[in-house]
């Protein structure tokens, strides 16, 4: 990454002309994990990424890995998005859990109408994107021009360093029909709530956002529909922007997770060979209980992201054999997903378990990780009974009953 290739705007806005490679960008996510450790109490403490750390994912582009090329990004493998969020998570689970809406919401703008996509991108192309997709929050009329939206959200995650946030709403559509319509804000036409304040992720900002009867124009909405996936034109190299999106958003939730929990499990094992059992002065190294344990953990952690590379190379796989995946294929890849996550909760529940009375000092990472894993573990992508059962219930003939996938 270069100088010459950043131009920065005012004291803490940054514009990367081009992200680069894929490649690149994974790098620029190991480069930054030393970094992201040294910012994690003060983040904690902030309830949000510090402005320093804003810049650094703008210069690093690593938000950009699904943008389009016309505007900079990479348009790269849902693989490599996979390892930008595992190489951040390693230095801050909240960094990375922010990470994971700057780069999915940038994903799904690319689906917007070309006019949204050069109000975001255009003058900013590293902008950064928050969002929430709770439709049953808003509300939506159709005016003339566009739309008015009103209503409150909550989970808003990096919001307070956003530059747009994604909204969705209910409103009206075709033939008197409820239809899940999704709008793109900037910054200045929602207020921020300061409402986050969590067990765990508490740097990730995610506060309330409350929108008071805001005009947004057609071009900066769209609909769900718009987001299911389509059939990439044959010789597309890069299948991205042709993946349905609701489906896959679980994978990127755990791959955030994923770095946090293999940093913990890494942490527990340095300092495992150098503790010494405090009531009997026993190197506790020795102790067979332990070498299950890691063990154990270890294995979890391997099996989460083989999984997690299983739903990427298997969704590209079927998009570029010329089709869409199924309802049972959607479903399947939530339901990995989802259970990619428990293997996560198992690791650091087993080396939070080995580890004593120590780590229930705020001073222990070991503190921090369970915590955060066990915030991570209650997102909708990674309730194990609603994805689970949504695959199971697929799986023996029964509809599909997520209407976003």
């Known amino acids: 990454m270069t100088k010459s290739a950043i131009a920065v705007r005012g004291e803490s806005d940054v514009v990367f002309a081009s992200a680069g490679s894929e490649e690149d960008l994974v790098q620029r996510a190991t480069a930054l994990i030393s970094t992201l450790r040294g910012r994690c109490d003060e983040t904690e403490e902030r309830r949000s990424l510090t402005l320093e750390t804003r810049r650094d994912l703008m210069e690093s582009g690593v938000h950009r890995i699904f943008q389009p090329r016309r505007f900079g990004g990479v348009e790269g493998s849902m693989r490599a998005g996979v390892d930008i969020l595992i190489e951040t998570g390693r230095g801050c689970a909240s960094t990375a859990w922010v990470l994971v809406q700057n780069m999915t919401h940038n994903w799904m703008v690319a689906e917007w109408p070309i006019e949204a996509q050069e109000a975001v991108w255009g003058q900013n192309p590293a902008a950064l994107l928050s969002g929430i997709l709770i439709p049953g929050l808003g509300k939506a009329r159709r005016v003339e021009g566009g739309y008015r939206i009103s209503g409150r959200w909550p989970f808003l995650s990096g919001v307070n360093i956003c530059d747009w946030a994604l909204f969705t709403a209910f409103t009206e559509g075709p033939a008197g029909r409820q239809e899940d319509r999704h709008f793109l804000l900037p910054r200045s036409d929602f207020e921020i709530l300061d409402t986050w304040r969590s067990v765990g992720l508490r740097g990730t900002c995610s506060n309330d956002a409350k929108v008071e009867d805001v005009f947004v124009p057609e071009h900066m909405t769209t609909t769900v529909e718009s987001l299911k996936g389509a059939v990439p034109p044959l010789g597309v190299e890069s299948v991205c922007f042709y993946v349905p999106r609701y489906a896959m958003f679980g994978v990127f939730i755990t791959a955030a997770a994923l770095g946090a929990a293999e940093a913990a499990v890494e942490t527990y094992i340095d300092g495992a060979r150098k503790r010494v059992a405090t009531s009997s002065s026993v190197g506790l190294s020795s102790f067979p209980t332990q070498h299950v344990k890691v063990s154990e953990a270890l294995a979890c952690l391997r099996a989460s992201r083989l999984m997690l590379y299983g739903v990427c190379d298997l969704a590209t796989a079927i998009l570029k054999s010329g089709r869409?995946?199924?309802?049972?294929?959607?479903?399947?890849?939530?339901?990995?997903?989802?259970?990619?996550?428990?293997?996560?909760?198992?690791?650091?529940?087993?080396?939070?378990?080995?580890?004593?009375?120590?780590?229930?000092?705020?001073?222990?990472?070991l503190s921090r990780a369970f915590r955060d894993i066990s915030t991570a573990a209650r997102h909708l992508t990674q309730n194990w009974d609603i994805n689970a059962g949504a695959h199971g219930r697929v799986v023996l003939g029964l509809p599909i009953d997520n209407p976003s996938l």
């Open 324 to 365: 869409l995946p199924t309802d049972e294929e959607r479903t399947r890849f939530r339901s990995e997903a989802a259970f990619s996550g428990r293997l996560l909760v198992q690791a650091v529940n087993l080396v939070w378990d080995a580890g004593g009375g120590g780590v229930i000092y705020d001073a222990n990472p």
